[in-house]
Nanobody, 125 residues
């Protein structure tokens, strides 16, 4: 089993930026699809960004052009650079890992098999 720990969240003014990190342990992430998901108050969890084992990236329409997902397999770490933040981005952000070797048609829709505890991002207007 892979354990995931997120960090980097916090409070920021609209238009600001943050860099979220997700450090994995117990298993490498290089053979797993990885992604970031978020859950806003009163809403269901939604997929934000994903990255395949080959490095292909997918973003939710609401964050395209503002968020950037990346992975550093050597550090066993997933990142999410969030720029031009809006109050609507306020949510708990979760790191998710897919099953090893599995290729997903739509990872953001399918959801992850392993989850971190989340890191809170709060954007004020």
């Amino acid at each position: 089993q892979v354990q995931l720990v997120e960090s980097g969240g916090g409070s920021v003014q609209a238009g600001g930026s943050q860099r979220l990190s997700c450090v994995a342990s117990g298993s490498p992430i290089d053979d797993r699809y990885m992604g970031w998901f978020r859950q806003a108050p009163g809403k269901e969890r939604e997929g934000v960004a994903s990255i395949t084992t080959a490095g292909s990236k997918t973003y939710a329409d609401s964050v395209k052009g503002r968020f950037t997902i990346s992975r550093d397999n050597a550090k066993n770490t997933l990142y999410l650079q969030v720029d031009s933040l809006k109050p609507e981005d306020t949510a708990m952000y979760y790191c998710g890992a897919g099953q090893i070797y599995r290729r997903y048609t739509d990872f953001l829709a399918a959801g992850a098999s392993y989850w971190g505890q989340g890191t809170q991002v709060t954007v004020s207007s």
